[in-house]
């Protein structure tokens, strides 16, 4: 509720929700004008009176009228209200999901969370629905309860005479007694049955999203599934998934159906049941056929609303779960992203500087040692070692959120741009793409074409940039140095997918373009034009990298 509250436009969203909520309590004086128009109306049928009759047949339109006028406006303003929550609680998930590369750590952690695409995307749009839904309706039937309770207190003042034993008993008000006493049995019946529903609401959720996601997954890998004859093994896996969630969901609806064969009848007696309990009072002569159907619906009124727990308990559970989902998801990225990593990592000077740097797998199997190394501005070193030995890793310690290890990370002051091996391509145009994470008009239409032909891909220059192949997305990274001119730039086989004379073009193209930025290159094969260059070869670990400066 805080983090849909507390953000920019939060005096208007206050505002609009004061008024969906006048405009909800509307329904409680409605009611009440029921209650007085039902008492007026049967007694002068009672008395065969015509024309009040129908006047106050006119009175129901009316009533009925204003109070869907009331309704409607209402119903809008409150989805108006529901979006700029939904909103607000959107970007903070986000914010705490992206923040200190949370979304990193989470998944790479012990206990990764599960599709959090699907906490930010459905159980925000869930909680913020069920809370505005089940807020709203609660403090209307608090408000409405006051004036219920008072109205039945008044029609109500005869007692229940009884004996029992040759003992006279009388309760006074007793209607009023007996709504209590009615709905606090028939809660305390709900809850027993429906309890279980929250954990299957969460599973189901749950089960519901790894099927959506292995589907999603498969849709990004269509050639490599499809040269592998995959299909058979992609249905086994689609319907393993699908036959999880039909599993949890016949626990659901059985749970659902138990729960039902309470909640049903109570839900559709308690219109009728308020009659049958104020026909004492009518059999012993203290109130009128008139006054006895305005009791009943007082009496119906007060019970509806004391009914609030019973009606709701399904919705309830499904928004406690939904809120229970939202909240660890929350604490988790807000937990891996002030986590802090287990060597001093810091930005200062001019050069790049690793002392007595290890850096350790998840599981702490060492897989790195570095005993001194600088690289200066405008440098060019080559790195390289055989596969695993953790040069991916140290690439990642370099941009600062690679966890596991020991030692000094000081990081030259100035822009970086690392380039992996499978550079990420947004949705969108090859000129959004271009330009990523900055906009085209950030860095001009012009200079982003003219990067996009610089790098053979003017070809597709107004294509979209989904289907880029291996090597043209490495392409695309180099037209993004370009763009960029960062001062740093770490290249993590970000050649492996070009041929050699396309690489000698593109890195020489980058030395030409970039003369003053230093180059840290991890790569199998020499990077021939980018001489003049360094050469460190790295080590295992039981073999500590010698001083490179």
Not at 157 to 178: C, K
Not at 449 to 455: H, L, P, S, T, Y
């Amino acid at each position: 509720m805080r983090l849909c509250v507390h953000a920019p436009g939060s005096k208007i969203s206050l505002l609009l929700f004061a008024v969906v909520i006048a405009l909800n309590l509307g329904s409680v004086y409605a009611t009440l004008r029921i209650v007085q128009w039902t008492g007026e109306f049967y007694s002068a049928v009672e008395k065969v009176d015509g024309r009040e009759a129908l006047r106050q047949i006119g009175i129901f339109v009316l009533i009925v009228g204003l109070n869907s006028v009331r309704h409607l406006i209402g119903g809008y303003l409150r989805k108006v209200l529901e979006i700029r929550w939904r909103r607000n609680l959107t970007d903070a998930a986000i914010d705490c999901w992206t923040r200190g590369k949370a979304y990193w750590h989470l998944a790479h952690s012990q206990q990764a969370i599960d599709n959090p695409d699907q906490r930010i995307a459905e159980d925000c749009r869930l909680f913020v629905r069920g809370l505005l839904g089940e807020a709203l309706d609660l403090i209307q039937r608090v408000v409405g309860l006051f004036s219920y309770l008072t109205l039945l207190w008044g029609l109500s003042d005869f007692p229940l005479s009884f004996s029992i034993g040759g003992l006279s008993v009388n309760i006074p008000h007793y209607m009023v007694w007996a709504a209590f006493l009615y709905v606090a049995l028939s809660s305390g019946i709900t809850h027993l049955l429906g309890r279980p529903l929250k954990g299957l609401f969460v599973e189901q959720q749950r089960r519901e999203a790894s099927f959506r996601y292995a589907m999603a997954r498969w849709r990004t890998a269509f050639d490599e599934v499809a040269l592998t004859n995959g299909e058979e093994a992609e249905k086994r896996n689609f319907r393993d998934r699908f036959d999880s969630v039909v599993a949890n969901w016949h626990k659901l609806i059985r749970r659902e159906l138990i729960l039902g064969t309470f909640t049903y009848p109570f839900q559709h007696s308690v219109l009728r049941i308020p009659l049958f309990v104020a026909l004492p009072g009518y059999f012993a002569g203290h109130v009128a056929f008139g006054g006895l159907m305005q009791l009943a619906t007082a009496f119906s009124s007060v019970v509806t609303t004391l009914s609030w727990f019973i009606f709701s308990y399904r919705d309830l559970a499904d928004l406690v779960a939904t809120s229970a989902r939202l909240d660890t998801f929350i604490e988790s990225a807000k937990s891996a992203a002030g986590r802090p990593s287990s060597y001093a990592y810091r930005k200062t000077g001019d050069a790049t500087r690793l002392r007595e740097l290890r850096l350790d797998a998840p599981d702490g199997r060492r897989l790195l040692d570095i005993d001194d190394a600088v690289i200066r501005p405008g440098e060019i070193v080559w790195l390289r070692g055989v596969s695993g030995l953790g040069k991916t890793t140290l690439v990642k310690a370099l941009a600062g959120f690679w966890p596991h290890g020991s030692g000094i990370i000081e990081r030259a002051d100035g822009e970086w741009m690392f380039l992996p091996q499978k550079p990420w391509v947004p949705a969108g145009t090859l000129l959004e793409a271009a330009a990523y994470p900055m906009t085209v008009d950030a860095l001009g239409a012009e200079a982003v074409r003219q990067a996009i032909c610089d790098v053979g891909l003017g070809l597709r220059i107004d294509a979209s940039a989904d289907g880029l192949s291996g090597g043209e997305m490495q392409r695309l990274a180099f037209a993004r140095l370009l763009l960029h001119k960062p001062d740093w730039a770490v290249l993590d086989e970000a050649t492996s997918a070009l041929d050699a004379a396309a690489e000698r073009h593109l890195l020489s193209l980058l030395r030409q373009r970039l003369p003053l930025t230093a180059f840290l290159i991890i790569a199998h094969r020499e990077p021939a034009a980018m001489a003049p260059k360094r050469i460190v070869d790295l080590n295992p670990p039981d073999a500590a990298v010698a001083a490179l400066a």
